[in-house]
């Protein structure tokens, strides 16, 4: 039911507060401030040397997203692969070595096919998965459900920012095993990740001006994200939303690869989405974007009242968002790029929650 919501994916998106904070309550204990994940899977996480993610399409992204906290929040190095790519390029794997699979369907036939191959090298299998009775989670040593609910829209919203949530919860975790964070780091994450619900309802609030700047986005042809740091696989995910539901093209990029090549795609047409936050990436990512503005870019910039009193006023679209912790940045800003392709596809009036030639769950490989 689409309740007063025009498409699910609109539902979906306004639903994120509430899902991703069931999500985070699983957990996390919000009395003692602690990261609560089963006790195997936390003494695991404490002893490999590594750990290997596979995943499709946003579940991927998410992955990446967690490649970035895990290494720096645990100093646990992640491989992060598309499944499709994993399971024909044979990943050598120790023994006793772990894997996650992430997957909000639980039924997409390659990640399903290298959670196979990792049973096969006898890897511990853990997956975060949506859909609890699903092939994924049934074939797994241990599932780590998010409770995002039914997801209808083929555009993947809710699902994604829960997966995100447990990635977040997993890093905190491995982070305290692992003896880089201490009791007081864990704390302060926590805390800042159980503000996450709230600052997802005041972004929302910008919807109306999203909305402004996606009419705009809708006559171009073509569109470039750019992100850096734990914000890059954001920028991806911005770019393959636009792709999949409003059919124009878009290319995410880390925002310090620009200058090797798709600068030169960059004329008055082009709009770019710069997603810079004000931490100690943004000094760079604003020079990247200023090498784009120089040469006529339509600029995007989604950042923060101190981010955007730093480059000053400035011609071009502005977002801004709250303040916050970098840590929880992607899961905030992850919904600004939600709303831009969601109101662009309204705007050329594709049919938003079954784009052309997408299925919601791909169990062919
Ligand atoms: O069900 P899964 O999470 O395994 O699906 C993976 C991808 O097919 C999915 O995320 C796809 O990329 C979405 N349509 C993106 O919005």
């Keep these: 039911d689409r309740g007063n919501y025009r498409h699910f ?9 509430e899902v991703v904070s069931h999500t985070l309550a699983r957990y996390l204990d919000m009395s003692t401030g602690r990261v609560t994940l089963p006790e195997g899977f936390v003494e695991q996480l404490g002893r490999v040397q590594r750990l290997s993610i596979a995943a499709c399409g946003t579940a991927y992204l998410a992955g990446l997203v967690g490649k970035y906290w895990m290494e720096r929040y645990a100093r646990l190095p992640v491989d992060v692969d598309i499944a499709s790519e994993f399971r024909y390029r044979e990943p050598i794997l120790g023994p006793g070595g772990l894997s996650l699979f992430i997957s909000q369907s639980g039924e997409t036939a390659d990640t399903l096919s290298s959670l196979r191959y990792c049973r096969e090298a006898e890897q511990t299998v853990a997956s975060i998965v949506n859909v609890e009775d699903s092939t994924i989670a049934r074939e797994s040593d241990l599932i780590l459900p998010t409770l995002a609910g039914p997801e209808i829209g083929v555009a993947s919203t809710k699902a994604f920012t829960c997966q995100l949530s447990v990635l977040a919860a997993i890093t905190i975790a491995a982070g305290r095993v692992r003896g880089v964070l201490g009791e007081e780091d864990e704390a302060k994450l926590v805390r800042a990740l159980i503000e996450v619900p709230r600052l997802m309802t005041q972004t929302l609030r910008l919807e109306e001006q999203i909305e402004g700047i996606a009419r705009e986005l809708s006559r171009a042809k073509d569109a470039l994200y750019l992100g850096r740091g734990m ?9 393959l939303k636009l792709k999949e539901i409003s059919y124009i093209h878009a290319e995410g990029y880390a925002a310090g690869e620009l200058k090797h090549g798709p600068i030169a795609l960059v004329d008055e047409n082009m709009p770019i989405v710069v997603i810079a936050p004000s931490d100690m990436m943004f000094e760079k990512t604003v020079s990247n974007m200023q090498e784009v503005a120089a040469r006529g870019g339509r600029i995007v910039l989604l950042t923060d009242a101190e981010g955007a009193h730093a480059t000053g006023e400035q011609p071009f679209a502005r977002v801004i968002l709250p ?10 800003y992850a919904l600004p790029m939600q709303l831009l392709a969601y109101h662009a596809a309204v705007s050329i009036g594709t049919d938003v929650d079954q784009p052309r030639n997408l299925a919601k769950s791909v169990t062919v490989e």
Excluded at 231 to 239: K, V
Excluded at 323 to 332: T, W
């Design 9 to 17: 994916m609109s539902k979906e998106i306004h639903e994120q507060p």
């Design 231 to 239: 914000n890059y696989p954001i920028a991806l995910e911005g770019a």
């Design 323 to 332: 303040r916050m912790y970098q840590f929880v940045q992607p899961l905030i």
